[in-house]
């Protein structure tokens, strides 16, 4: 039996569980908002580690198109950063989230700074989570098992990958990906053993790669890894985060789970670093660097573990799809939509469930007229980030600044990133990256606030209360 069919036959089998995973959902819906929004907060540490480990690491053809071009900064780009802000997340904001009665990050912002600053912070995490880069990177690996055009690809992996959120929420999300966090794992696990007995370890790679492929910038400059220091200040406002850790059964859950994420993530980044600079050494004129793992795979692997390999790569990236795509979907439905017309919790759920469908849609058109998955990345955290991340870090504290104040920081920090990444289309302009003009403007509008009269002031534990 040909590799390809055998691929195609993995693929198939993967497929067929996801629609298993359909009909047991709809035998059994959720009812509650609490239960379908947030599993009804009995995540255990087990499902918590891999529901996020899973969802925080879909773009496996990114980091493959990266590693080919760059080589072993990767890890420094892709990798150290979002260990750093991680790690920060779980010792200063995990158990925080989990002792509030929040559902979500503008469900926070109302509480301390009023409805617009939620509204902006909505609209804001609406743009930064539908997964179009995701479904994009989906759609590419279905049509190579298939055959089928784009198009089609990119709009079957998006249903199959949302449809039984429609009716599960997210016990149903965290369920599928306890089967994809394994999946994922075992794909890299076949491949980096089979490269190395074929080919030979580290002094193997070093005779076969360009220089600049081991060097820590991977001949980028400081710069250009520098940026994602910042850009990776996104996971301190991430709504995976926030959404995991409401949902954590407790604080201890909330916290280490996140740090046992981080280890997991570590062996899973040095997996796939190992994998593209494989795949650089083997494959040096691949003409399209995105398609460097599913290129390795046919080089590398026989036709059973092609298919393996090709599904763990479905499997994590379909992770990421369904977990956003819920975000984004509980984003317009509830934290939009029924925050401006001020909606009952129950109505909201319906509503989060028909901005699935329309989540879909949206997400399905914006795949299709990408760019560089990189670039979505890269353009998404420098604009959303300085939006959200000092009003986020500041209704942690006893700090209070008035709503009016931080909302004109919103959306000055919007305009000025988006803007700057306008003039340098996409790319840093006077040699400067958006983010650090949107941070500066939304510190430009917040410091006043502590000068005499600015309005900023302490309040008690008691006054402060957690709601």
């Known amino acids: 039996m040909g590799a390809g069919l055998m691929s195609s036959w993995a693929t198939l089998a993967y497929v067929l569980y996801l629609l298993y995973a359909v009909l047991r959902v709809l035998r059994r819906p959720v009812t509650g908002t609490v239960d379908y929004l947030v599993a009804g907060r009995r995540l255990t540490l087990p499902a918590f580690v891999a529901t996020l480990v899973s969802t925080f690491y879909g773009g496996i053809l990114g980091v493959g198109e990266y590693t080919w071009r760059h080589g072993v900064s990767n890890w420094l780009v892709f990798g150290v950063p ?93 369920e599928t990906e306890c089967v994809q966090f394994v999946l994922m794992f075992l794909g890299f696990l076949v491949m980096v053993p089979a490269c190395f007995l074929k080919f030979g370890g580290w002094a193997w790679l070093s005779a076969h790669v360009p220089p600049s492929h081991l060097v820590w910038d991977g001949g980028l400059g400081w710069q250009a890894v520098f940026v994602w220091y910042f850009i990776a200040m996104s996971t301190l406002v991430e709504p995976a985060f926030f959404q995991r850790c409401y949902a954590a059964r407790d604080e201890k859950v909330a916290r280490n789970g996140i740090l046992v994420s981080i280890a997991f993530w570590v062996l ?33 692997l026989p036709g059973f573990l092609q298919g393996v390999f090709t599904v763990g790569m479905l499997a994590t990236i379909m992770s990421t799809v369904d977990s956003y795509a819920f975000i984004a979907a509980i984003t317009l439905g509830r934290d939009v939509v029924g925050r401006w017309r001020g909606q009952s919790e129950e109505s909201m759920r319906r509503g989060v469930q028909w901005s699935l469908a329309v989540t879909a849609v949206v997400t399905i058109v914006m795949a299709l007229a990408a760019g560089s998955v990189i670039t979505l990345w890269k353009v998404l955290g420098s604009a959303g980030t300085p939006v959200l991340l000092l009003p986020l870090a500041l209704a942690h504290t006893r700090w209070r600044v008035d709503g009016r104040r931080v909302v004109a920081a919103m959306v000055t920090a919007g305009v000025v990133a988006t803007a700057w990444l306008a003039a340098g289309r996409g790319g840093p302009w006077l040699h400067v990256e958006a983010i650090f003009p949107g941070l500066l403007a939304s510190v430009a509008v917040l410091a006043p606030a502590w000068l005499p009269g600015g309005g900023a002031h302490r309040v008690t534990e008691t006054e402060r209360g957690e709601p």
Do not use: H, K, N
Not at 115 to 144: D, E, N, S
Not at 272 to 293: E, H, K, N, W
């Open 82 to 174: 979002y260990y750093l802000y991680a790690a920060i997340f779980a010792f200063l904001l995990a158990a925080r989230a989990r002792r509030t009665r929040m559902l979500s990050i503008p469900d926070l912002f109302e509480a301390r700074y009023g409805r617009g600053a939620a509204l902006v912070g909505a609209g804001t995490l609406f743009v930064m989570t539908a997964p179009a880069a995701y479904v994009l990177m989906l759609g590419v690996l279905l049509q190579l098992a298939t055959g089928w055009p784009l198009w089609v690809t990119v709009s079957l992996g998006t249903v199959l990958s949302v449809a039984f959120v429609f009716r599960g929420g997210l016990q149903a999300v965290v």
């Open 268 to 300: 899973f980044d040095f997996l796939t670093t190992a994998s593209g600079l494989y795949a650089r050494a083997l494959l040096p004129d691949l003409a399209d660097p995105v398609q460097a793992f599913p290129a390795l795979s046919a080089r590398v």
